[in-house]
């Protein structure tokens, strides 16, 4: 079973660019598709971005694509979350996620880190 560990939040004014990391102990990130997924105050949570242990990547928001970028490190057993030109929409706890397989819901879940941009 994999644990995932989120970093790299913080404050940020509107423009601005953030790198989040999620660390993963347990097992190796290579047999997992591996997402990020955010929630702000009032809204539901919501997929931002996924990646496949073959690197194909799909994107769940429109609003973020030309922006965010996921990579991993499958050395590292760590997933990033590039996150550029930043607006005050962002803000949000993100949250890592894994899953086993193509189908199916995220399984695994980090305890989130806290992202706010500033207008």
């Known amino acids: 079973q994999v644990q995932l560990a989120e970093s790299g939040g913080g404050l940020v004014q509107a423009g601005d660019s953030l790198k989040l990391s999620c660390a993963a102990t347990?097992?190796?990130?290579?047999?997992?598709?591996m997402g990020w997924f955010r929630q702000a105050p009032g809204k539901e949570r919501e997929r931002v971005v996924s990646?496949?242990?073959?690197?194909?990547?799909?994107y769940g928001r429109d609003s973020v694509k030309g922006r965010f970028t996921i990579s991993r490190d499958n050395a590292k057993n760590t997933v990033y979350l590039q996150m550029n030109m930043l607006k005050p929409e962002d803000t949000a706890v993100y949250y890592c996620?894994?899953?086993?397989?193509?189908?199916?819901?995220?399984?695994?879940w980090g305890q989130g880190t806290q992202v706010t941009v500033s207008s």
């Open positions: 347990g097992a190796s990130i290579s047999n997992y598709v």
């Open positions: 996620a894994a899953k086993p397989s193509f189908q199916g819901s995220f399984e695994y």
């Open positions: 990646i496949t242990w073959t690197g194909d990547t799909t």
